[in-house]
């Protein structure tokens, strides 16, 4: 890997509220290391917001070598949609939908079976395979309407806005 996408990653990672002073580096390279590929119609819309990032960081993209955007890269940029239509800030909003991902507990160093869990959880999420209530994906919510896992993350995002807002 180039430096600049150690820098890139080093970068993406300052963009998650970590508290208590924990480490999480194995988690954000397994994040980093696994593309986010979409299913749901418009949900290509989060996959470009990660590629936005590139851009903000670099206005020299092309020297970012990655294929795809990565999980972390959707995350961050969901924190940031989140922050603004919530409000509050997108480093806490990325800590909490870790929470939500239930992998809060992944800290420096990941066992083998601890990373095959963060797999797992990474791919439930990508492949849509959390419960109709979102639980296991980013938004769970309490009372949906209709089926998570159908729903563009657009919508589930700002349904657990206005279900928040509301409890």
């Not at 993209?61 to 603004?84: K, N, P, Q, Y």
């Amino acid at each position: 890997m180039r430096q600049i996408n150690h820098d890139y990653f080093a970068w993406l990672v300052a963009q998650v509220n970590v508290p208590n002073g924990r480490t999480c580096g194995d988690l954000f390279e397994e994040m980093h290391n696994t593309e986010f590929v979409w299913k749901v119609p418009n949900d290509d819309n989060r996959v470009q917001d990660g590629m936005d990032l590139r851009s903000e960081f670099t206005d020299r993209v092309s020297d970012l070598i990655l294929e795809g955007v990565t999980f972390l890269e959707v995350l961050v940029a969901l924190s940031r949609r989140l922050a603004f239509t919530a409000g509050g800030e997108a480093r806490v909003w990325a800590w909490q939908l870790l929470r939500n991902l239930r992998l809060q507990k992944m800290t420096d160093p990941l066992s083998e079976d601890k990373r095959n869990r963060v797999r797992d959880i990474l791919d439930t999420v990508i492949w849509r395979t959390y419960r109709e209530d979102g639980r296991g994906g980013f938004f769970p919510l309490s009372n949906p309407a209709e089926d998570q896992t159908k729903v563009e993350i657009w919508y589930q995002m700002n349904l657990y806005v206005i279900e928040m807002k509301s409890s």
